[in-house]
């Protein structure tokens, strides 16, 4: 049994969690059919008192966790509405919720939203993505402790600018056009880039830090970072392949 009180990982729904090892800066993904609640109590209210920091970065950990189910290989159109529509609910109810925090509505649409993002039927008959961004941030957090929600916002974006290629531009065209109704009408290259843009100025928008420098980490560990990502993640096998001195630039770019 579980009470939730914070709308972010979807716990409340799925059979996985994080363990984290301090002393070896471990932070390890663990997933078993044992770990679904029998049952679970979401209300609404519960989450009126959490702070807009955590509001914003439950909203950030959500929608990461739709966008490593949407980039990948092959997908469905059922799927992809889904997953559009959720996270078009999430950048709507998150700013909702700031606004003003006991708008029960808005807070209950969120933590739905929040339920079914990290369960697995979103990508239900799609391909894998190998979770980069879960990937990389786990090192953020087990290095620096900071919060994982903000960690997730900062790398995607420039996770996003670094993978555009020919192999992924046509997924991020769909993504710009049904989540930030970006006009098709353009190059495809342009809306991709205007779709990452639209990306990062909505974290920027519910004033997440968007630098790894605005949360304590600095150039010193970069490669030592990279390195243990590489070794641990399996990210050469990700959608978009990631090589230790892939995942070292893309931290360098979020510095």
């Given amino acids: 049994m579980d009470i939730i009180t914070l709308a972010a990982t979807g716990s409340e729904y799925d059979c996985g969690g994080v363990i984290s090892r301090t002393e070896t800066n471990d932070k390890i993904g663990y997933m078993d059919s044992l770990l679904y609640p029998e049952v679970s109590f979401l209300d609404p209210a519960y989450t009126f008192t959490v702070s807009k ?3 914003a970065a439950g909203c950030a950990d959500a929608m990461n966790h739709i966008m490593e189910q949407y980039f990948c290989e ?4 059922l799927n992809d509405g889904f997953m559009e529509s959720a996270l078009k609910s999430l950048m709507i ?3 909702k919720c700031l606004e003003n925090p006991e708008d029960y509505t808005a807070r209950a ?14 990508s239900l008959g799609n391909s894998q993505s190998g979770w980069p961004c879960h990937g990389m941030e786990h090192a953020l957090s087990a290095y620096y ?3 994982h ?7 995607t974006p420039r996770w996003m600018k670094h993978i555009l290629s020919e192999k ?4 991020f065209v769909k993504y710009g056009v049904n989540v930030f109704g970006i006009n098709p009408d353009q190059d495809k290259y342009e809306i991709a880039n205007q779709a990452i843009d639209a990306t990062y100025k909505f974290f920027e928008s519910i004033n997440i830090p968007m630098h ?6 600095d150039e010193s560990r970069i490669d030592e970072m990279a390195k243990h990502v590489a070794d641990n993640e399996g990210l050469e096998n990700a959608w978009a392949p990631l090589l230790q001195k892939d995942i070292a630039d893309i931290f360098r770019a979020s510095l």
């Avoid at 092959?74 to 159109?77: E, G, L, P």
């Fill in 93 to 95: 109810n998150a700013k």
């Fill in 168 to 171: 992924t531009v046509d997924r």
């Fill in 53 to 55: 920091k955590q509001t």
């Fill in 149 to 155: 929600g903000e960690g997730l916002a900062i790398i």
């Fill in 145 to 147: 402790d900071i919060t």
């Fill in 74 to 77: 092959d997908s469905t159109h």
């Fill in 212 to 217: 790894l420098q605005e949360v304590g980490i």
């Fill in 109 to 122: 649409e969120m933590m739905l939203t929040c339920t079914y993002g990290c369960n697995g039927i979103y």
